[in-house]
């Protein structure tokens, strides 16, 4: 399986708390009509909400999850539109093990901000934990919504696998890592697919490409590049 971290929301190096509740808004019924020039309002953003949004995000990184919550909880009662306070507040649920808890608040994230990669990679992270029936119709869901989104796509392949259609599982693994090449659990995952499959020699091609995404770098410290090695030398003797 690929490498998990734990849930954390993406903040801007030099401002945790940069997307708290927009500050522009649109009034979009009346975008058509006016010109966008004329429906663009600046507001001012509540100060204790970016300071609530700034600590719990240090209380998360030093693992004080219950304080997170509390702080992310107090941002968004005051910004009911914060991104990252309704991000940060999920991320702390998903923590605690509140999964549909988490699930709704990253669900409102995603009506605020579609295309926002942490919430559907958690969202998804989530959906992964239910029964495998269940899982993969809700994974399946996501995919139609959003077809663009590898880490969809790699979590149903794996699903596949659990559930012993590895035909289907070949297909989305090889979808995710196409759509994704820099990733290189994708191809890890899939390399370990194939092995198991008995196709030796498309096992081989996946576990060089991922030997070549270590010497570059870009995968997880949990994977051996000896234990690799020592696996592709004996593939290539069969």
Do not use: C, H
């Not at 991320?91 to 579609?114: C, K």
Request: glycine residues 6%.
């Amino acid at each position: 399986a690929p490498a998990r971290s734990d849930p954390m929301p993406q903040f801007d190096a030099n401002s945790p708390a940069r997307v708290l509740s927009p500050p522009i808004s649109i009034r979009r019924a009346d975008a058509e009509f006016a010109g966008l020039g004329n429906v663009v309002q600046v507001r001012e953003v509540s100060q204790s909400a970016q300071d609530n949004v700034t600590a719990g995000y240090n209380a998360l990184v030093r693992g004080d999850v219950g304080s997170a919550l509390q702080l992310y909880s107090d941002a968004l009662s005051s910004e009911p539109t914060s991104v990252m306070a309704q991000l940060g507040r999920s991320a702390s649920l998903q923590r605690l093990g509140r999964l549909e808890e988490a699930r709704t608040g990253y669900e409102a994230v995603l009506r605020i901000d579609p295309n926002n990669r942490q919430a559907l990679a958690n969202l998804t992270s989530i959906f992964s934990t239910r029964a495998p029936n269940e899982a993969l119709s809700r994974l399946l869901d996501l995919e139609r919504e959003y077809p663009q989104f590898s880490p969809v796509k790699a979590q149903i392949g794996l699903l596949y696998a659990r559930m012993g259609s590895n035909d289907q599982a070949m297909a989305y693994l090889r979808e995710a890592a196409s759509m994704s090449p820099a990733t290189v659990m994708y191809q890890y995952n899939l390399a370990v697919l194939l092995d198991r499959m008995g196709r030796a020699e498309q096992a081989v091609f996946s576990y060089e490409r991922v030997l070549a995404g270590i010497l570059n770098g870009g995968v997880a410290s949990d994977l051996s590049r000896s234990s690799i090695e020592r696996g592709v030398r004996y593939l290539k003797t069969l």
